[in-house]
């Protein structure tokens, strides 16, 4: 069984502010786990990925995440926010079966000037 | 052109309605994945198939019906359409091959049930 909480539905951060989206997974085996944004018009488009190798991952974007193990976590970050960052942000959970995804509630992130 | 491809971009419809949603790709993938969106809840799962002739049910199928006609088309079905239904619905596809989960979306399409 796998699941993912996302902790803060709605984040607010200033132009140029470290941007920083919290996930916490559960898995039963070793997790792939993913980051995706939603775009209005152009449906889910996937940020970064973890998948066993490195734990530091860098994404599209200038977003990177860091897969701690011990902590059952990998948070989304970014050292400057941009306007064109404001997004909703989805963590997902997989097994490495090339099956199914288990995806977070959805954390919606706003840039303000 | 886009690799998974979703039709209609936006319905409305009437409760009792017959509604089809389509879902047609060019990655080659074999798996496919239908979803629905409501605010506040993420993706929940609706079907997916692992091969034209593997279909199963996911978290939320009561109410859904699909068919998998060829390996590049996944079509979902809302028999009779109701109100809770409204909802944005996704296709995804996977490739089993490269078993990193990885999916890759549709750009949606909204669904109104009056």
């Known amino acids: 069984a796998q699941s993912v909480t996302q902790l803060g539905s709605h984040v607010s951060v200033s132009e140029g502010a470290l941007v920083l989206l919290r996930c916490n997974y559960s898995?039963?085996?070793?997790?792939?786990l993913f980051w995706y944004v939603q775009d209005p018009n152009q449906g889910l488009q996937l940020l970064l990925k973890?998948?066993?190798?490195?734990?530091l991952v860098k994404g599209i974007n200038g977003f990177e995440a860091e897969f701690k193990k011990s902590e059952t976590s990998f948070h989304l970050t970014k050292p400057s926010a941009h306007m064109s960052d404001a997004a909703e942000y989805f963590c997902?959970?997989?097994?490495?079966?090339?099956?199914?995804?288990?995806f977070g509630t959805g954390t919606r992130l706003q840039v303000t000037l | 052109d886009a690799d998974v491809t979703q039709t209609p971009r936006n319905r409305i419809t009437k409760t009792g309605k017959r509604i089809m949603l389509e879902c047609s790709q060019t990655?080659?993938?074999?798996?496919m994945y239908w979803y629905r969106q409501d605010p506040g809840l993420g993706l929940q799962l609706i079907y997916y198939?692992?091969?034209?002739?593997?279909?199963n049910k996911g978290e939320i199928s009561d109410g859904y019906s699909v068919s998998r006609q060829a390996q590049a088309k996944f079509s979902l079905s809302l028999e009779s359409a109701i109100p809770n239904q409204t909802a944005l619905y996704f296709c995804?596809?996977?490739?089993?091959?490269?078993?990193?989960?990885?999916?890759?979306f549709g750009p949606g399409t909204r669904l109104t049930v009056l």
């Open positions: 898995s039963s085996v070793p997790p792939y």
């Open positions: 990655k080659g993938h074999d798996r």
């Open positions: 997902a959970v997989g097994s490495g079966t090339a099956s199914k995804l288990t």
């Open positions: 995804a596809t996977s490739d089993s091959k490269r078993y990193t989960d990885t999916q890759y």
């Open positions: 198939s692992f091969d034209v002739k593997d279909i």
């Open positions: 973890y998948t066993s190798a490195a734990t």
